[in-house]
């Protein structure tokens, strides 16, 4: 059987929402998305790990097509600020080393290696699997689409059955080949024998189970642009290669190649080999071989798009993906320079993205996964309203406040759990008896209200040098979450207070949350010191 042509530079498979005004395919090709760019308002994937992957493969694009990859000549960020002055992507391009950019010259010299089926080169695939794996047990369409049924995940979106699988579209396809990449699972996939090596067992993928946040501006143009940073003085793109640019196949039996710079880190660190298997019309997938890439040892290189937790032995690792949990919450430290040796360290994204923009939103994307097994559970896809970081920076007022509005819409989200915890325990006098069936019914009614409240002050701040000047009332604050706190629990409690068992336990329970309107300094003095005394 001949292999099929699905060049994913002019073939549509990445579907765009368009700019108000504009029309044109539900889907486009890489050419078309770069030609386009300011006419596309957004890209509309509902997978938000493929969406994060795809713009992560975007980024490294741009910054070829841009000449934006290297740090020289001239000052990166006014180099920048000519691309935005100029307008679309430019077609051509002349490059030092006889490289070609612009979008007609990067994607005439590697048209070759963008096809999704080849029998040397498909795009992000090893066609050596099919000799390296067992072909009676490969991993099947299902494994692919991590949102059907395979292994321990449950199907999301449709039932679906192994005897009669349903082949994906070549860009659902594409799009999973994409998250495999980046959020694929460890543990147990299909036998790849290479050598003397022989096994089944994959690494974490890079991104496994974090939550990442991407700056995105009123148009695709912008928002790719305002997604790069700056790479090291050293970085070279003779050396700092995307996957489909390197002469040769990784080999399998050695450390990962080091990423060398932003385009290697953006697309190169992958612990999954995956190898696509067309149907005989061409237009579907039929089955895939996915299992591991390097049988050395795992390298997650820094990531310029997560927010860096650190440890109390100084040791950083990644924000993960929380589907019960706000975008709002993490705001302090997407917005805010690191106060301290212990507070989180922001996107470096961040420090680049509002020199294209002062009004743009962030949009965290991730998987809530098992970071050590291979369970899938929940997209996390969320948008901030518009914000304006640099500024938000530059003025010393705003940083207290926008800290202190988050960690008071917390408190009183903790203080209600613990209140509903407290008040269930005492009527039914049973510590065995679980109340998350409560505190489950109030979280949901607090957190969305919460969510409101915080934008609303957030909104209201002035930005300027005095913090006095800042329009923030703490005090009134503070009872606003504590009445949003307090509606939620009678809301959920109310039920049993028509006994006077009842009505004790909930009244009792109650003073919790008023304590901490009443002193709310304490109160959040209390709870840091409890978070202090879980760590040690």
Known sequence: MSTPVFNLIDQPWIPVAWVEGKSGPPEVGLRDMFLRAPEIRSLLIPEAPAHSALLRVLYALTARITGLDEARPGSWGDRREEVLEQGPFERNRELPHGRQAGVEGYFEQ?????????RDRPWLQDPRLPDQSDSKN???????????????????????????????????AT????????????GALSTRTVGEVSHHYAKAAPLRAALSYHPECDNLFLTLLAGLTPPADEVSRQTDLCPWERDDLPDPLKPMPEPLGPCSQLTACSQHSLYLVPDQDGEHVADAYITWAYDAERIRPQDDYLIWNIDDDGNTFPRLADSSRSLWRDIDALLLKQLDDSSPIQP??????????????IRALGFEQDAAQAANRQYVDSTTPMVLTRVEQAAMSTDLPVRQLRELGELFGELLNLATKEAWLKYTDDKKNDPGTWQDAAAARYWP???????????QLTRSDNTAESNFDFQNSCRAFGQHALEAYETVTGSVTRTARGAKAVAGARAIILAAVKDPLKAMERAKKKKAAKKS
Request: net charge negative; proline share 5%; no cysteine.
């Open 348 to 361: 470096r994204v961040m420090d680049h993205a509002f020199d294209v923009s002062e009004y743009l939103r």
């Open 110 to 118: 590697w048209s070759h290696r963008f096809n999704l089926f080849d």
């Open 449 to 459: 209200a919460a969510e409101d409240e915080f934008w609303s002050r957030f909104r």
């Open 175 to 186: 799009l999973s080949l994409l998250t495999w990449h980046y959020w694929g699972a460890p």
């Open 138 to 172: 490969t991993a099947g369409v299902h494994k692919l689409i991590m949102s059907r049924a395979a292994g321990n995940n449950h199907s999301w979106f449709g039932h679906w059955s192994h005897h009669d699988p349903v082949p994906p579209s070549l860009s659902q």
